[in-house]
């Protein structure tokens, strides 16, 4: 249920920001988000008020006019903020923060690939694969890189349910299957 209400909040806010009276860029929004999301981490003070059910929402508020003012977080992410708070949502932030993130994405054509490798990709590497995997799916791609060690060498890729895999292991698989069947 959190993850269907955190969807919720996140696709109202793509909305707002998508607005063209809205004159905020989504990214910037994103970046707004994730900077107070880190700041809400690492205070556990900060969280604490935030989070407790025994301060007013006007106090909570309060707190995060302070906050906005200091970060800077534009009229928009501030006011999300204060509906979250009012809501008593702002427990589910997280979640609402990477729902932003994917639905803005659909929204602009962008799609997501989870990618594996044995080993970290330099920044060559990942450029190089993005640039493919864009070509190979026809939209831009946005890469999120994971080292996995079960792998023996190679990339797995993963876009929606399409797996891409170019590990050493599926190779040799492969040249088992042909070697095997003549």
Same mark, same amino acid.
């Given at each position: ?6 969807? +919720? ?20 929004? &994103? @970046? ?5 999301? /880190? ?5 556990? @003070?900060?969280?604490?008020?935030? !989070?407790?059910? $025994?301060?007013?929402?006007? +106090?909570? +508020?309060?707190?995060? $006019?302070?906050?906005? /003012? ?5 009229? *928009? ?14 427990? *589910?932030?997280?979640? *609402?923060?990477?729902?932003? #993130?994917? *639905? !803005?994405? /659909? ?15 330099? #920044?060559?590497?990942?450029?190089? !694969? ?7 799916? #026809? ?6 890189? $994971?080292?996995? @060690?079960?792998? !023996? ?16 292991? &599926? ?10 069947? +003549?």
């Amino acid at each position: 249920m959190p993850q269907a209400v955190a969807t +919720r909040y996140a696709r109202a806010l793509v909305e707002a920001v998508l607005n063209p009276a809205a004159a905020l860029e989504p990214k910037l929004a &994103a @970046e707004e988000l994730h900077s107070f999301q /880190e700041m809400l981490a690492g205070g556990s @003070e900060l969280r604490n008020v935030l !989070l407790s059910p $025994a301060v007013t929402a006007s +106090r909570t +508020r309060a707190v995060v $006019a302070k906050f906005a /003012e200091m970060m800077p977080l534009s009229r *928009i992410v501030r006011n999300f903020l204060y509906v979250l708070i009012d809501r008593r949502r702002i427990l *589910i932030l997280d979640e *609402i923060v990477d729902a932003y #993130g994917v *639905i !803005l994405d /659909e929204r602009l054509g962008v799609v997501r690939a989870d990618v594996k490798s044995a080993r970290p990709l330099s #920044g060559e590497q990942q450029s190089a !694969l993005q640039v493919e995997l864009s070509r190979i799916s #026809g939209k831009e791609v946005r890469c999120n890189y $994971a080292v996995d @060690e079960d792998l !023996l060498g190679g990339v797995v890729a993963k876009i929606g349910s399409t797996i891409y895999d170019g590990s050493v292991r &599926a190779q040799l698989n492969t040249l088992k299957q042909r070697l095997t069947s +003549r």
